[in-house]
Every structure is written in structure tokens, then in C-alpha cells.
């Protein structure tokens, strides 16, 4: 196609969609000044009838029913506003008063915010319907009268005496001069017509929307902050539990293992010392003693110093770490991680964990023949996966070892599943948001 054609089919494209709107702003403003007048009567009616015979308690079922009523015309406005404002427009949550007894459950749209909104909205809805309606009423009639004017301007009486529009402005009164004023104003009011009509279907629209839509999804969006802010919140408190825990691990295997070494160790270098000059053959045995006692720290330091990230996970990414990490498992490891562009260091460092606290306990306590562990890349996150076939039992209650990965976890925004049997075998998963 050429670029003519294809503006051509452009603009024909355009001109079905303004058609298409022209067609349904009209229809809903012409449907709603009927409707508007319905629910104006029904409404008032109702809640004058119910209040003034409330004290005899009849009232009230009539103002109950008058809000349900109510409640139905709401429903059908908030269908016919979608297409007019070109988006959904939800329908809100109404109180429930199920499981409650008969007089609750039959009162209990009288406590309905919503349903009282939906009533406010059945009685001024009349005024911007009626605005709405003379003015479409008013650029159709304009628009259809003008532009046909021509065709029955021969039926009109044209007496002497009778002055028309385009004479008190100064034309002269022929027919030339009629036809040609009557299709300028059915021009203007065609040139017009889609703006005055979309902008009357929208201030119907609007208001319509504000009572029976927006005040629920307000209460929607506050109830999602509070939402968001609790899990915040939990987050927040995992990440400190998590690094209290860190830190308690961290402490206590310092102080068991490399502390108690380099105490002994100060103490023989000081016997060396004091034996040097007396007995030098013991000295130097003494020397290499401790020797071998400050390779074991180094080994038990190097150990402590994978609850850190280790370098490799920082310089080359996680596949990389996981491939070492699994490498000096003493049990046999089956990695499936495929190839991955570099995560957020706070994901990769997360997984990395998962991965290296699973196996340490596999290591310990499964007594596995092997352990699969798996990566994969989804749409919204990453998904680690540690299977062995040991025994059963793991839990992430409070007390096991898996309780601290639980809220590192947590506090990383993800999602930790444990899936341990008693028969036999465990399955960690661990859901990571990206």
C-alpha cells in the first residue's frame, strides 16, 4: 500500500471510532434523562415514605428496599459509564450481614456507606442529566434541521409579516438566503456536535463515577497501602531477625572454634619461647604444632566466611558461586542453573544462601545420596529449588535450622515452602521476586 492509502485507511479507521463514540454518548445521555427522572421519583418517594413512618418501624423496611433499589439502578449506571469513560468501572464491595439474624441481616444496607452513595446518586443524578440531555437534544436537532433544511423548506409558511432569524440579523428574506443560513447553522452544529456530545456524556459520566466508584476504590487503594505497609513491616522484622541470628551464629562459632585455637595457640608460642634457650628440639616442636593450629583457624575462618558473600558471587554471578558452592558439597550435586543476565545483588545474594544453607544441612542432617538443586528465571522472580532423597522432617517452625533462612527470605520479599515428609526426602523451595 501505498502512503496515501494507508493515510486513507487511517483516517477512515479514526473517523469509524469517532462515529462509534458519537453513537454511544448519545444514546447514554439520551437513556439517561428517562432514568434520571425514574430514580428522582422512586428515590424521594421511598425515603420521604420510610422516614416519616419509621417511628411505627414500617419505615424501615421501606428505606431498605428504597436502597436496594437504588443499589440496582447503580449497577446498571456503573455498565453503562464504561464505555462512555473508556474504562472499567468496578463494582464495589457492599457490607455483608450473612451468618447474622433476621433483623440484622434485613437492616443491614441501612449501615452500608456504598448504598447510601448509590441513593445520593439516584436523586441528583436528574440535574446533570438534564443539562446533558437539553444540550445533546439541542446540537442534534441543530445538526439535523440545518443540514435537511433544503429538502423541506418548501413546506414552511414564509407570510409577510413574520419576521425569521435570518432577517432580524440582517439577511435578506429570500430562499437563497433561508437555505443558505440554515445550512450554515446545520454546519456549525455538525462541526460541533462530537465535542458538545462527548463533553455531556462525561459530566453525566463523572459524576456518576464519583458516587458509585471512586469512594470505593479509594477505600480500595487504602486498604492495599495498609496492606503493603503490614508486609513492609514483616519484611522489616525479618531482616532483623535474620541478621540477629546471622550475627548469634557468627559470634558463637568465633568464640568455639578461631578464639579458644588463638588462645592456645599465644599460649604455646609462649612456651617456645620460655623453651628456646633450654631445650630447643622441644621448642621447635612446639613451633610446629602450632603451625597446624593456625592452618585449622584459617580453614575454620575461611568456613565462617561463607555466611558472607564470597567473591566469586560478586565477581562472576550466581551460576558461578553455585557451581563452587556445590563442588565442595561432600555429597554428590546435581546444578541445574542455566546461564543468567547479572540479578540485584540482594536476589542473587538471597539465592545464594538458600542454596548454601540448604546443602550445609543436607550435609549434616539428610544423610542423602544426592541433592538437586535448581534456578530458574520466570517472569516475576527466580525460583530456587534444593531436593535430596535423606530423611524427612524439616520444618520451618521456630526451633529448626531452617527458621533463620525463613526470614532472610522474608526479608528479601520472597516466599520460602518446605516440603519434608516422614517417609522420606525434602524439597526447599524458594520464591524470589525481582
Not at 425514574?38 to 417511628?55: N, Q, S
Not at 439516584?122 to 445533546?136: L, Q
Not at 495498609?226 to 568465633?254: C, H, M, T
Not at 558471587?313 to 542453573?337: H, K, M, Q, S, Y
Request: neutral net charge; contains cysteine.
Amino acid at each position: 500500500m501505498t502512503t496515501t492509502q494507508v493515510e486513507a485507511v487511517r483516517h477512515r479507521s479514526m473517523l469509524g471510532r469517532l462515529l462509534r463514540q458519537l453513537a454511544i454518548d448519545t444514546q447514554y445521555v439520551l437513556l439517561g434523562f428517562p432514568i434520571g427522572l425514574i430514580t428522582l421519583v422512586v428515590g424521594l418517594t421511598g425515603f420521604a415514605l420510610g422516614v416519616g413512618t419509621a417511628i411505627i418501624w414500617v419505615g424501615l423496611p421501606i428505606l431498605v428496599g428504597t436502597l436496594m433499589v437504588s443499589r440496582g439502578f447503580a449497577m446498571t449506571e456503573r455498565a453503562r459509564i464504561s464505555p462512555v469513560l473508556r474504562r472499567p468501572s468496578p463494582h464495589p464491595k457492599y457490607k455483608s450481614n450473612r451468618g447474622q439474624g433476621l433483623v440484622r441481616r434485613t437492616l443491614g444496607p441501612l449501615a452500608d456507606e456504598q448504598a447510601w452513595l448509590d441513593w445520593v446518586h439516584a436523586i441528583f443524578r436528574f440535574i446533570p442529566s438534564t443539562i446533558a440531555f437539553c444540550f445533546v437534544i439541542t446540537w442534534w436537532a441543530g445538526t439535523l434541521a440545518g443540514l435537511s433544511y433544503p429538502l423541506w423548506d418548501w413546506a414552511l409558511p414564509h407570510p409577510p409579516d413574520n419576521y425569521e432569524l435570518h432577517e432580524l440579523l440582517g439577511f435578506e428574506d429570500t430562499v437563497a438566503a433561508r437555505m443558505l443560513f440554515n445550512l450554515s447553522l446545520g454546519v456549525f452544529f455538525a462541526g460541533t456536535l462530537y465535542w458538545v456530545v462527548r463533553g455531556a456524556a462525561l459530566m453525566e459520566a463523572w459524576f456518576a463515577r464519583s458516587l458509585l466508584v471512586s469512594a470505593s476504590e479509594l477505600r480500595l487503594q487504602v486498604a492495599e497501602a495498609e496492606q503493603a505497609r503490614d508486609v513492609a513491616q514483616r519484611q522489616k522484622q525479618a531482616a532483623v531477625s535474620a541478621e540477629a541470628v546471622a550475627l548469634r551464629k557468627l559470634e558463637r562459632d568465633i568464640h568455639d572454634g578461631p578464639q579458644q585455637r588463638l588462645v592456645r595457640l599465644a599460649m604455646d608460642l609462649g612456651r617456645a619461647e620460655q623453651q628456646f634457650s633450654e631445650d630447643p628440639e622441644r621448642a621447635r616442636a612446639i613451633v610446629a604444632e602450632a603451625l597446624s593450629q593456625t592452618r585449622e583457624t584459617l580453614d575454620e575462618l575461611r568456613a565462617l566466611s561463607r555466611g558472607i558473600a564470597p567473591p566469586i558471587l560478586v565477581d562472576r554471578g550466581l551460576r558461578a558461586a553455585l557451581t563452587a558452592l556445590a563442588g565442595r558439597c561432600t555429597i554428590p550435586v546435581d546444578l541445574d542453573a542455566p546461564p543468567l543476565e547479572r540479578l540485584d545483588p540482594g536476589v542473587e545474594s538471597t539465592a545464594y544462601f538458600v542454596v548454601a544453607e540448604a546443602l550445609t544441612n543436607v550435609a549434616k542432617h539428610s544423610h542423602a545420596n544426592e541433592v538437586q538443586v535448581s534456578v530458574q528465571r520466570i517472569e516475576t522472580g527466580l525460583i530456587v529449588t534444593v531436593s535430596d532423597d535423606g530423611v524427612g522432617g524439616a520444618s520451618l517452625a521456630k526451633g529448626h535450622g531452617l527458621a533463620g533462612l525463613d526470614d532472610r527470605v522474608r526479608a528479601a520479599g520472597g516466599v520460602l515452602a518446605v516440603d519434608s515428609p516422614a517417609e522420606g526426602g525434602t524439597r526447599l523451595t524458594a520464591a524470589l521476586p525481582l
